[in-house]
């Protein structure tokens, strides 16, 4: 699933290549992809793109309608989605069917990106709206981890009073905006803290050093995705992962086994010896440390 630090890479690049210009088309093939229907998707078409944005893990693509009102293409990519970028837009028509094409947009000099989707689990949404605001999962969102006003202090106010264990608070976007479930594994291997630690149980000690991890952590895979195309960011991630899909590789820090918790829909991984002093995580759900 891309997260953060991958979708600030999209933005930026974006950003970089289609502010300025205007929407020729956009082209639905899978209309389950399309959460809205006022305004309609043809009101972007000759509406001029003026800012790319983030919001938590969503793409905010603000544009300028011909009558001047403004307009936001809005995506998430969830779990299997993904932008491919077209220097020069195929002619063929996007059709519905097996494709894994969703969503085609093409810009007024010729290039264009295609949102895709693998899998047969369709989640990938896509939004078209006046003000981000309306989109119900950029409204719930959490502040943002990477903002300069998210300190310390803030992480130490959200995690107050919560018997929650800590990945699942990290994974909350009603929390904390951006971080998923790679993310969270690395910030919490960072911060040698059992991802089964309680949020309330946390001492000053452990927010000031999960903040510091989570910080360290997203700045530095912001700036390894920084200037990449698209094509190259999902192997940029998992170069950049120390712990999570690494099961059975060396920790990078002590050199004990990486191991995973699986659940139904996806696994943990962390390092026993950094982060639960040496006890081994139950393979299952809501598991305790093994005795």
Known sequence: MPEMPEVQGLVDFLRGRIVGLNVTRISVAQIAALKT????????????????????????????????????????????????????????????????????????????????????????????????????????????????????????????????????????????????????????HVARMSPYALAASLTPADVRGLYDAMRATLEDAVSTASGKPPADLKDAKRRGMRVHGRRGEACPVCGDTVRSVFFADNSLEYCATCQTGGKVLADRRMSRLLK
């Not at 989707?117 to 989109?135: C, F, I, Q, W």
């Not at 950029?138 to 995690?159: H, S, V, W, Y």
């Open 37 to 188: 229907f006022d305004p309609p998707v043809h009101a972007l078409h000759e509406a001029s793109v003026v800012s790319v944005d983030r919001a938590g893990k969503f793409v905010d693509i603000g544009c300028r309608g011909p009558a001047d009102e403004p307009l936001h293409l809005v995506f998430h990519l969830a779990k299997a989605g993904w932008l491919r970028w077209y220097d020069a837009v195929p002619t063929t028509l996007v059709k519905p069917g097996r494709s894994p094409i969703a969503v085609r947009v093409s810009l007024s000099d010729g290039s264009g990106f295609d949102l895709t989707e693998a899998g047969t689990k369709k989640s990938l949404a896509v939004y078209v709206v006046r003000d981000p605001a309306d989109v119900p999962g950029i409204a719930r969102l959490g502040p943002d981890p990477l903002d300069p006003a998210f300190t310390a202090e803030t992480l130490t106010g959200l995690l107050a009073g919560r018997r929650t264990q800590i990945k699942g608070v990290l994974r909350d976007q009603s929390i904390i905006a951006g971080i998923g479930n790679a993310y969270s594994d690395e910030v919490l």
